[in-house]
């Protein structure tokens, strides 16, 4: 090789034709046909002319020559038809040099330039050979079709991206566009590359879609959906992320509606063998103002110098019977999901709102806890049975506080509740009460918050009559040795309080240093409620673990087949991930729309009761929102747990769950 010759390499997929200007060892400074000047090695040569340019031309003229000759090798190898010699040449599998395929291509004394225009002929088409320095190798077929497969594959790709590119340039130009049928496939690949990132898997086509659009963050992505109509402004995204249904499947549907129509025969709640009938008993119902499924209610006898209580819980087990379509599904779900826009049931409403609720004046399959107890709160007597009900009143909460100050009965009911609960203080039990913010939505979407005394007379009363049953029928369980969801708690880490004298700070902190509670088929001590043994029975409607002791209970009667230790086992190692998908989305989606209603109040002062010091600041709870927050402060401000302190609101995004706040 000397000064002026023409070589060829390849430079950003693409063969490029330039001349040598000087050469030091296994080095070449060159200017290409593009103008440009290169260092570059031998070893990048892919084809080596014995043309000669004199590089005293100049370089314009040399520039020139360059592109001439590039012309005349591109024209050269539109002759070259890779597909044709490759039928010819695949089944000898063997190597074949630069000069004899060129000499099959060009039979009429062919130069360099035919040897360039072979070079760049198989560069170019690279689905028949294998390439190496001056020689090719033809695949067999099935490489062929392997190679064929990805190409095409790469250029559907390719087609995606650029099809992409023009709807997300059209979607971000147009003030009103419309989703087509056509759009639906990449709405799909945004929706996962929002939902899932990186474990997206269409991740990197989708990424390569974005890439240069200006779309370059999630909350971008999830407003051009917005946009689009493919998801609301307020889209509940963990239903969607955790696959989470909101309706039910056509067997299930099916079922609840052959239910219903079987009603006339069914006749839930007539007097039948093993089953009491209660009806006669003043039953109520006691809930919030939304409830539509009332799955338990609550009786209350004067007995003189006694009460009976009866707590009667809606025989769900009667209705839907183990390992039906209806069953399955409910296990599923493992519970309903209650959040301030939207009820998902754990069985479908027709049932959990009619047929297996407790609906007033309507007769209904119950297990009834009764229970006499003096006014010290003491058990004296207490029995499960199989019954029939007719609720009487369907109250709420407000409604029962009213009731109470005239109703010696209920007066009573709150009384013997007080005591019941001292008692099981003096056995350890830990009394946590913090005040709940109810999060409510009107028909326009508007947020308003009402803050809910736990401690009022009808609500105190209600959860303690509630844990006194679940407690009940845990020792039924436990005595009979019929293995259930028991649900236990060790001993929390430190106690900062006595009795119900803690403050509200006492209260939320204690909370913190609560142990996790353990689902167990055997039972254990629950200290957190000082109880020997618990289940959780009151909410068959709502939870399956409820349902699961509902029909532990029922098989004591005979009233259909116990589940094995095994199978409690099972039941509870499938549902325990599912139960904390549904309380992650319940608290996420409050949170969700307890920051709309703050979206609405930046700059508002708020009090604020520090909890102690972070590693970016000092952590706070809001009483007003019974919410934490990070506060920033001066370093010249030293601050103790349960300080007050002023905070003013400073930045709210609830899609993004940012919240900051600063020291006023």
Known sequence: MKIGTVVEFIDRQKMTCAVVM??????????????????????????????????????????????EIAARREILMTRVDIRELWEILHTEQDWIDLPTMTGLCFPDAPDKDHESAVVRAFFNQRLYFKFDTGRFFPYPEEKVQELTARAEEENRRQEIIEQGRRWVKRVMESPHPRLEDADLPLVEML?????????????????????????????????????????????????????IP?????????????????????????PVENRRDLTHLPVITIDGQATLDFDDALSVEDLGNRLR????????????????????EARSRGSSIYMPDQRIPMIPPELSEDLCSLRSGEIRPALSVLVELDPYGDVLDWEIVPSNI????????????????????????????????????????????????????????????????RESPSRLAVAEVMIM????????????????????????KERLYEGEEGTLFQNWMQRKLLSRF?????????????????????????KYFDLVTQRQIRSAFGLESSYSREEVEGIIAELE???????????????????????????????????????TGYQALIPEYMMECRVSVPASYELKPEDVIRITIQHVDARNDAFNVFMS
């Open 246 to 270: 909101t309706g039910f499947p056509s067997g299930a549907i099916d079922s609840a509606k052959r239910l219903i129509r079987e009603i006339p025969l069914f006749h839930p709640g007539l």
């Open 390 to 453: 007719r609720v009487k009143d369907q109250l709420t909460y407000q409604d029962a506080n009213l009731s109470a100050e005239k109703d010696p009965a209920l007066q009573g009911l709150v009384h013997v509740a007080r005591q019941y609960r001292r008692k099981r203080m003096a056995q350890g039990a830990l009394h946590i009460s913090l005040p709940e913010i109810h999060i409510h939505l009107d028909e326009s979407g508007d947020v308003s918050l009402n803050r809910i005394n």
């Open 191 to 243: 929706q996962s590359h929002y939902l899932y990132e990186k474990d997206s898997p269409s991740y990197a086509l989708s990424r390569a879609v974005l890439a240069d659009t200006g779309i370059d963050t999630p909350d971008k992505i999830f407003r051009l959906l917005v946009k689009v109509g493919a998801w609301s402004t307020d889209e509940n995204i963990d239903l969607i992320r955790l696959e």
């Open 518 to 542: 353990v689902l167990s088929p055997e039972a254990e001590p629950h200290s957190g409620l000082g109880l020997d043994a618990y289940v959780t029975g009151t909410s068959p409607i709502r």
């Open 309 to 328: 209580v009866g707590i009667h819980i809606t025989d769900v087990g009667e209705v839907i019977q183990k390992d039906t379509p209806l069953d399955r």
């Open 22 to 67: 000087e050469l030091k060892g296994d080095r070449l400074h060159v200017i290409t046909e593009g103008n440009r000047e290169i260092n570059l090695s031998l070893k990048r040569l892919s084809h080596l002319s014995d043309t000669v340019l004199d590089t005293s031309m100049g370089r314009d003229r040399l520039v020139a020559h360059l592109k």
């Open 577 to 615: 991930p599912v139960m904390a998908h549904v309380i992650a989305v319940q608290v996420r989606r409050s949170r969700y729309w307890l920051l709309k209603f703050l979206e609405k109040r930046i700059g508002q002062k708020e009090e604020a009761i520090v909890l102690g010091r972070s590693r």
């Open 469 to 492: 049953a679940n407690a009940l029928m845990a020792a039924f369980l436990k005595e009979k040795g019929i293995p259930a969801v028991f649900r236990s708690q060790p001993r929390p």
